[in-house]
């Protein structure tokens, strides 16, 4: 379990515990987290799970994938700390993960 | 389905005797009323990972845990072989399929920009309207074929679209379709897929000269990283994009058609609570999952206790990970309302279905604007819906009736 916290583009924030094993991106999904669309339903096939890692765990959440950095390319507002959220998988480090989502996914 | 002979081949001293289950996938027992069913018998009464002396001899994993390390793990099982049997006349490389990242990855990007959320968004007027139309003119009929009538027109229509080609020409590509999913006969699938090509060629010269804003002229025109495609590879693109379009939705609609005429409580449910339609997709594709490729052994390992030799070919059945009861409880039911609904009908890793979200997108436009028409649909009285298994599980006949006074325009 780890407790993370999304921020919607205006700021408003929804702290969740996520069970260990499911993505970032299905935490969000599963409690009804606006912000995250993930059309493809976590297949690194779509771009629309978009979110901005918080700088202090850029290093524990990991790095981005061949696939994901493909895809990344079709997303919009792309930075250092983006990642597709689908493909970060939760564990005990991330407990306290801080993720901002985008102003739109499409 | 014609099952052409097939002698089976003898089992490999690696091989257990316990594992050896013999199954042609062409044609499982059973697979004629329920072909998913048919697969899920090798998965309650096989080992979790078996081999079949049947098709050149291969193995095949049954269970979620093998089927996502599998489908996952590029460098042990390479995607270089995704068909069976093995065929060592088929000379040209399949693009994207018939290969692993990181070559895998710059094909993809070309094909990718195509079948975005916000690109089906575009198109999702254009599906709805087709459906529409297609329905509304069903409906006074008070019955017809759902495969010929509906599956193989509204997803082959929007995909003839994408590419620009004329629809007319479906009854010339949908036979090739056919034979390179479900044909046994290797040779009959190369006819087919040089057949595919020499149709292609004339697109292709001509959006070379003159490109629009369709697939063809992306395709023709695309950068391969940092060079322009060759004439091969655009072809080799093109073809598994077009068989890949044409045959895989007209698949799932036939499967959820069926299940939706014989379930009249689902149905009503659905149409009473459209707030379920989300999770409802995600469960009636679950249940139908209809793709069997396999992989490619690179290097001897083990997997699951089951020592495996490079050069081997597994099978990795779709269906069979969502109907695993160690993964979702009380697999065969079909509940609209379960909670985490687990599959992977659209594979896992690099290979995942590029048009998955245009595929759910036509899925639920079908949904909505057939039940909002023809509310109350069931199997023809005395007709057997026809299945078929293959590298695509597939419905090939659904004869359907209802009563035209149920209608609604």
């Given at each position: 379990m780890a407790k993370i916290t999304y921020i919607e583009h205006d700021g408003t924030e929804h702290a969740i515990d996520v069970k260990t094993g499911l993505s970032v991106m299905e935490g969000a999904v599963k409690n009804n987290i606006p912000g995250i669309d993930a059309d493809c339903g976590?297949?690194?096939?779509?771009?629309?799970?978009?979110?901005?890692?918080?700088?202090?765990?850029?290093?524990?959440?990991?790095?981005?994938?061949?696939?994901?950095?493909?895809?990344?390319?079709?997303?919009?507002?792309?930075?250092?700390?983006?990642?597709?959220?689908?493909?970060?998988?939760?564990?005990?480090?991330?407990?306290?993960?801080?993720?901002?989502?985008?102003?739109?996914?499409? | 389905m014609q099952a052409i002979s097939r002698p089976p081949v003898e089992r490999p001293a690696h091989v257990p005797p316990e594992r050896v289950v013999d199954f042609d996938f062409f044609a499982?027992?059973?697979?004629?009323?329920?072909?998913?069913?048919?697969?899920?018998r090798l998965q309650d009464e096989g080992p979790d990972i078996l081999w079949t002396p049947r098709n050149g001899g291969h193995w095949i994993a049954t269970r979620a845990e093998d089927i996502r390390e599998i489908q996952t793990n590029f460098q042990r099982f390479s995607h270089r072989v995704f068909t069976l049997p093995y065929d060592p006349q088929?000379?040209?490389?399949?693009?994207?399929?018939?290969?692993?990242?990181?070559?895998?990855?710059?094909?993809?990007?070309?094909?990718?920009?195509?079948?975005?959320?916000?690109?089906?968004?575009?198109?999702?007027?254009?599906?709805r309207e087709l459906a529409a139309g297609l329905v509304a003119d069903l409906a006074p009929r008070g019955e017809c074929e759902f495969i010929e009538d509906f599956a193989r027109k509204l997803p082959i229509a929007v995909f003839m679209k994408m590419v620009d080609l004329p629809y007319e020409d479906r009854e010339t590509l949908l036979p090739w379709a056919e034979v390179v999913v479900r044909s046994p006969d290797q040779a009959k699938r190369r006819e087919a897929q040089a057949n595919m090509m020499g149709y292609l060629a004339k697109f292709v010269e001509a959006r070379r000269a003159s490109p629009g804003d369709d697939?063809?002229?992306?395709?023709?025109?695309?950068?391969?990283?940092?060079?322009?495609?060759?004439?091969?590879?655009?072809?080799?693109?093109?073809?598994?994009?077009?068989?890949?379009?044409?045959?895989?939705?007209?698949?799932?609609?036939?499967?959820?058609?069926?299940?939706?005429?014989?379930?009249?409580?689902?149905?009503?449910?659905?149409?009473?609570?459209?707030?379920?339609?989300?999770?409802?997709?995600?469960?009636?594709?679950?249940?139908?999952?209809?793709?069997?490729?396999?992989?490619?052994v690179t290097e001897d390992c083990e997997l699951s206790g089951v020592a495996l030799k490079a050069g081997e070919l597994i099978q990795v059945p779709n269906s069979l990970f969502g109907l695993d009861e160690r993964l979702n409880p009380d697999?065969?039911?079909?509940?609209?309302?379960?909670e985490d609904v687990r599959h992977a009908a659209f594979g896992n890793g690099p290979?995942?279905?590029?048009?998955?979200?245009?595929?759910?997108?036509?899925?639920?436009?079908?949904l909505e604007e057939w039940l909002a028409r023809i509310p109350e649909f069931e199997l023809k009285p005395g007709s057997h819906p026809e299945m078929a298994s293959g590298h695509v599980n597939g419905v090939t006949r659904l004869e359907l009736v209802w009563d035209p006074a149920t209608t609604r325009s």
């Open positions: 976590g297949a690194c096939a779509c771009a629309t799970c978009h979110v901005y890692v918080d700088e202090a765990w850029l290093a524990k959440t990991g790095e981005r994938t061949a696939m994901e950095e493909s895809m990344l390319d079709f997303a919009e507002g792309v930075a250092e700390n983006s990642r597709l959220s689908c493909q970060i998988r939760v564990t005990d480090d991330l407990d306290g993960l801080r993720v901002t989502m985008p102003e739109s996914q499409h | 499982p027992p059973g697979a004629g009323e329920d072909v998913q069913l048919a697969w899920k088929q000379t040209h490389v399949p693009l994207p399929l018939g290969v692993d990242p990181p070559v895998h990855t710059p094909y993809r990007r070309i094909i990718m920009p195509a079948f975005l959320p916000k690109v089906v968004n575009s198109v999702e007027a254009m599906v697939l063809i002229s992306t395709v023709v025109h695309a950068q391969v990283a940092d060079r322009p495609i060759t004439n091969e590879e655009t072809f080799s693109l093109l073809t598994l994009l077009l068989f890949g379009g044409l045959d895989t939705v007209a698949s799932l609609l036939g499967f959820i058609c069926r299940f939706m005429a014989t379930h009249p409580e689902h149905r009503r449910d659905l149409i009473a609570h459209p707030e379920l339609q989300k999770n409802a997709l995600e469960e009636l594709i679950r249940r139908h999952g209809i793709s069997n490729t396999a992989r490619y697999p065969l039911t079909v509940d609209f309302r379960r290979h995942t279905c590029p048009g998955a979200v245009l595929a759910r997108r036509e899925i639920a436009v079908f």
